[in-house]
Nanobody
Framework: QVPLVESGGGLVQAGGSLRLSCAAS????????LGWFRQAPGKEREFVAA????????YYADSVKGRFTISRDSAKNTVYLEMNSLEPEDTAVYYC????????????????WGQGTQVTVSS
């Protein structure tokens, strides 16, 4: 599978907002969900949010619940991650993955990772 393409990252002050995009043009999906993950320097990649392909159910990590919103535009075949009230702890490279699923409370991604998009939140 060709990795999805993330964009929209940047440098923002604490309390600010960013909207990330994950473009899936030309792709079809038979998996459960598309997920956003992030990896901060020196840390493991972690789950952020997911949206199911059927029904558009949304799921969030506790650390971003109430601040981040995942959505999709089916016409554009694009999934967005709206990030508000950003904190320095949100600084990471953000990745999207088109084949994401959960087992219990843990989320997994099966596709190869793309380049990601850097989000840096200054205090």
């Amino acid at each position: 599978q060709v990795p999805l393409v993330e964009s929209g990252g940047g440098l923002v002050q604490a309390g600010g907002s960013l909207r990330l995009s994950c473009a899936a043009s030309g792709r079809t999906f038979s998996s459960f969900a598309l997920g956003w993950f992030r990896q901060a320097p020196g840390k493991e990649r972690e789950f952020v949010a997911a949206i199911s392909w059927i029904g558009g159910m949304t799921y969030y990590a506790d650390s971003v619940k109430g601040r981040f919103t995942i959505s999709r535009d089916s016409a554009k075949n694009t999934v967005y991650l709206e990030m508000n009230s950003l904190e320095p702890e949100d600084t990471a490279v953000y990745y999207c993955n088109g084949d994401t699923f959960s087992v219990g409370s843990r989320w997994y991604a099966k596709e190869d990772w793309g380049q990601g998009t850097q989000v840096t939140v200054s205090s």
